[in-house]
């Protein structure tokens, strides 16, 4: 498969963004203090939260982050990489209705990252918890239907791993959903439902970036 200027645009932004998303966790989060941030106890969106105090009614946890912008930030970035790694290899990802539904549900779950970036929980908590949602649930199945694309399709092509991607971040958003942290905590099955498929973008924006490129040729002049 050759790929051509606008296809390798979208692959590059596909493999920048989870490194953005995943170095803004780190960071953000190291600069918490009493208690330090926790993968397993914590929320990712505890990270984005503008103000300090006791959060949450179900598991109540005291939030302070001093670099909430950061992690906001950050959020939005990785959400228009999404997006246009998604719009770049529109055509280049396959025909059909498969690739064309998981395309439209994963652009939609692209949009949730930034609805869940200008909208932090403890500012209003009903826009970012549907942007979650249009992460966790509409974006997961998405990704797990990208794994039924016909084998002709690029997106067929990398069948085990999406549908490896789909199947483990569908189960994490229904055990994060229902709060179950299996050994893991709450916030650790959070990066279970979230994290697959920023991961998964990366590694196929990575494996089509390897392709070769297509020469752009020179249309004969019109006399």
Known sequence: MNLNRTGRAGALCWAAAAPVFLVANLVTG???RQPAYSWATHNISDLGN??????DTTRPRYVCSPWHPL???SMLVTAVLLAAGLLLTWRLLGRGGVVRTAQVLLLLA???????ALYPADIDENLHVLGAFLIM????VGLLLAGFAPDTTTLGRRRRLTLAAGLVALVGSVLFFAQ???GIGVGGMERVAVLPFPLWACCLGVLLAETRPVRDLALPAQK
């Open 30 to 32: 190291l600069r918490w």
């Open 50 to 55: 503008a103000h300090c105090g006791i959060w």
């Open 71 to 73: 992690m906001n930030a």
């Open 110 to 116: 692209s949009g949730g990252y930034a609805l869940a």
């Open 137 to 140: 649930g509409i974006g997961n």
């Open 180 to 182: 179950q942290g299996l």
